[in-house]
């Protein structure tokens, strides 16, 4: 063969050769080989030019007889000999026409709407996210294009039916309508006999399937006519064609091989693999013997590939072919070894590997690298303490293995309508033969998910997408698939028995040390007694401890994981009578905790357990007989009486935290277990929670609880005769654990829970109300009062039961003078002032009106929410720190915050008032010139100040106060140096532009409690 016959559309290969040996057969009369392979050389010349596959380089003749040249080399000479001139035939139209389904002519695409196009479009191509991808990728075709790109993408998926179907001349619309070659292929093929043409559509479809050991398809001798020469060898030719369309891989490789490697298709990948095509040569490489020395005399059975590269992508794309390539020839070998026993002994198929050390890359290694384990160290890592940090974890994770278990199991027997199962887990403790066991009657497991999850560190089964699906509902305490390996914390020698539903056999592994590899026996279920112990399902796990092991006390570790597990869990010590590990719910959980310390329920003791979204929420509260309330039991701070056990949070039962649910500490008693698919996740070591969505959603329902708990014990105290204003009082004071004790995990949700307490008084058109702090913030405006008698009708009403109001006893008492503010009152803000709820209502409501009078010794302060610009501004609490220490060196305790109005509000008998004090605030009123000069030092703070001169700010605060609390109009300037100096901000603070300052305004403070002629208002603080 030359390189011009290589170019002929004429006969010009061996194979063709030997093919045309069947003109002279009887079955094959009228045939003529040399007429067929011009018409499909011109037919194939048509393959690209309507612009679809026009990518594909070379689709022409050329690519045809290559493929046909290489089987000189591909068939081992002795099977050249044994094949018939019909075997010939049959490969050879194969090799022919196995792309001519690719053939799209300018007839066929413009009858495309007549054809299972349109369909294929839309139920098929752009269906869900991998369509709407396709689409954005192709956004920048034109309209025409993309037809044709989709167009393509139908004919690549059709292309072995197409010539399936065309070859025994059937043009079938739902493959595209191609009458005109259909007519053509039938006067090629008219003069074959029709079972011929069949198989011929069936080896080419062949190409793209992979079920070649199927020989009652592919016949390994299938007659055509009397004579043997008529007979041919299916699945051999099959084999050969994939074979040479396989290893046709130089650069006019056809598309047909990428096909079935790349998907989903993309036209810039396509025209990249083909620009990086760079092969020059594919050939069988000489036998070699033992010492792999080459003897050309030797049996072949690899074949060697050359090219170089220069861009790695092209490089990379080669060598993951070649090794598919050759797991294609080992299955190709495969296939013909299994036929040669089935009676075609005379076909060879030599191949079975590639060498690709001929294919070079220039500038970079030819091997890829990752990233690998080394299994010995993270095994050791993963068993070692550097996960959980505590042996004792080794009977949680057991006993969870086999919570989940029942869990499934149930679900199953439910599922088959066994309402009798009951799952049950045993766990014993030897501590003389050092034996610890769990065993359960769960799920088991089969071989598959030994291998698969058992014994693969990672995977755990409960994650798998198929059991996901199998089980939708089911939420697994199991996660991470490492759990197990915590057995070798405490022990070397681990045996697992495990059963199966169904499987006749039982199984046992018997694991020493982590390192090793395993054996596992299988066990008549019926016969052996330790299958017989695990029954129909079940796995016993049973570790050998390791001497020097402390396994701690199992009664007391059990007791801390397992709380409310659902199903009955057991222990056994030493041979006692087994007894109950854990409790039916939460509350009988937290009920025994607190006896077993001495806290027995009665009427002074009860647990409460509310639930919400999957959250159960247990706690103690106590009966106070002074107060006639029920508040939870704050757990004293460092005392021997607060065991761990008494609070925390579970997680399907089992234990994850040790603090009261909501909180880094332990406050006060409570327990939580959360269940279901909103289960908060936990860390890999089961020790805290991960901060997601789900921790919030369960954290707003625990102090939701809490708060719920408070709020219906304050209208408990409504209904036993106390007044709204005392029920709010004590709303705040029950409340007070929720902050007092320790700190929540999440202020925000806890502040939103509290913002539902009704712990506020309002009044409005002489209704006097309970309502909360969220109720007030939705009002536009409130005001609040201030004056000896209001405080006084207010400490009235409180010992009143019933419905009496403030505007009640005002218009009682006849004052004509004293009317509450039009609109809503909070009635009980000094009550508020310095507590937690009360800051939460402040710090997002500003003062927007004052009303001072002075011979009523009374102030209102109108409220609203802020918006908007602030109307005041506060001492940075960095500052507010260092004027307290100040303070607290030059005088008394300070006992308000400061407050700056740096807008103007309507003020009403402020005249000569420079700032008004009430409810724990000085409000430095807008406008005057010592809230300009204190403002300066404000902004000046917010925009960054240093320490020093934050000292200095305090001191010109200082000062100030000073001023106005002493009521002195002018503060001596020595005075102010004096403790400029003593501060050490001398330089800092200007003497003359302070006192200028505080002189000018006249300054003079309003504050009610100045009446009062006790020093109680000096000592505020200890109210906080
Ligand atoms: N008692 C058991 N019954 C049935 N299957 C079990 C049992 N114990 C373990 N398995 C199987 O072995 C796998 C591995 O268990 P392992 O405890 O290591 O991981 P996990 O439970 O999946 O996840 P985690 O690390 O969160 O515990 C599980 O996924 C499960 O399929
Ligand atoms: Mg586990």
Known sequence: MTISTLLNDTICTEAEKNAEAVEKLPAFQGF???????????????????????QFTRHDITHINKMLGMLDWLIPERTQKAMTPCDWLMLTL??????????????????????????????????????????????????????????????????????????????????????LVVEEINKMLGALPETFRKDLGLVCESHHLNDLEDLSKYQVSQPYGDLPEESCNLQYIAVMLRTADLLHMTQDRTPSVEFRLIAPTDPISQQEWAKQMAVRTVRSRLGRDRDGVVDKDLPRDTIEVYAHFKEPSGFFGLTSFLSYAKRELQQSHAWVTYARKEGAANYEFPWRDIDDSHVEAEGFLRQQFEFTLDQGKILDLLTGHTIYNDATVVLRELT??????????????????DRSYKGAIAVTWSSERRVLEVQDNGTGMSQAVIERHLLRAGSSKYQEADFRKRYPKFSPISRFGIG????????DSVEIITAAPGD????????????????????????????????????VVRLHVRPSADVGDVAEIMRRWIVVPECEVTLSVDGLPAHRVGFDSVKAALSDELRRFGHVEGPELRVDEVSENGVTIACAVEWSDTFKEW?????????????????????EGVRVEFTTPGYGQSAFYALCNVSGPGAPKTNVARSAFEVTGELYAALRVVYRAY??????????????????????????????????????????LLDEAIAQVPLVVRESKGQRARVSIADIRSEEYWWTTDSALFTSAESLIREVPGDVSLAGIMSGIGSQVDVLPAGTLVCNMHGLTWSYPGELLRSRSEVDKIVVDTTRRRIDLRWRPSRGPALWMDVPEEANQVIRQIAERHRARRSYDYLVGSQSIEMVGLEGIVAVRAFGLLLIVPGSKLAEYLLGWLR?????????????????????????????????????????????????????????????????????????????????????
């Open 504 to 539: 006749p056999q039982a199984r046992l592994l018997s694991l020493r040390s982590v390192h090793g590899r395993y054996l596992i026996r299988t066990l008549d279920k019926k016969v052996d007694p330790e299958a017989k112990r695990v029954g129909a399902h079940g796995t």
């Open 707 to 748: 708060c719920k708990q408070v709020a219906d014990e304050a209208s408990q105290l409504e209904r036993r005769g106390f007044s709204k204003t005392w029920a709010a009082e004590e709303a705040r004071w029950l409340l007070a654990p929720l902050w007092t004790g320790a700190r929540p995990i999440n202020s925000t």
């Open 484 to 491: 197990v390996l915590s057995c070798f914390m405490l022990a």
């Open 94 to 179: 194969s090799i022919y026409f196995h792309d001519s389904g690719m053939l799209v002519t300018r007839d066929e695409f413009a009858r495309r709407a007549n054809s299972g196009f349109p369909a294929y479009v839309s139920d098929v191509l752009l269906v869900g996210d991998a369509g709407k991808d396709l689409e954005t990728k192709l956004a920048s075709l034109s309209q025409e294009q993309r037809e044709r790109f989709y167009y393509q993408e139908y004919v690549r998926h059709h292309h072995a039916k197409r010539i399936r179907a065309w070859s025994t001349g059937r043009n079938v619309s739902d493959l595209g309508d191609a009458r």
């Open 940 to 1024: 000046r703070a917010r925009a960054g100040l240093t320490r020093r001169a934050m000292r200095a700010l305090a001191v010109a605060f200082e000062c100030c106060d000073d001023a106005l609390s002493s009521g002195r109009v002018v503060l001596d300037a020595d005075e102010m140096r004096w403790m400029a100096q003593r501060e050490g901000v001398s330089d800092e603070i200007d003497t003359d532009e302070l006192r200028d300052a505080i002189g000018d305004s006249g300054s003079r403070v309003f504050d009610v409690s100045a009446w009062r002629r006790r020093e109680v208002a000096l000592h505020y603080e200890d109210f906080r």
């Open 32 to 54: 003529k080989l040399s007429n067929v392979k011009s018409r499909v050389a011109m037919l194939l010349g048509h393959i690209g030019r309507e612009q679809i596959f026009e």
């Open 631 to 651: 508040s939870l039991v704050e757990i004293p701070r460092g005392g021997s009486d607060s065991p761990d056990t008494l609070v925390g949070t579970c997680v």
């Open 400 to 417: 969870q293995n086999a919570i989940d278990a029942v869990r499934v199991q149930r679900i199953d027997a439910q599922e088959a309508g």
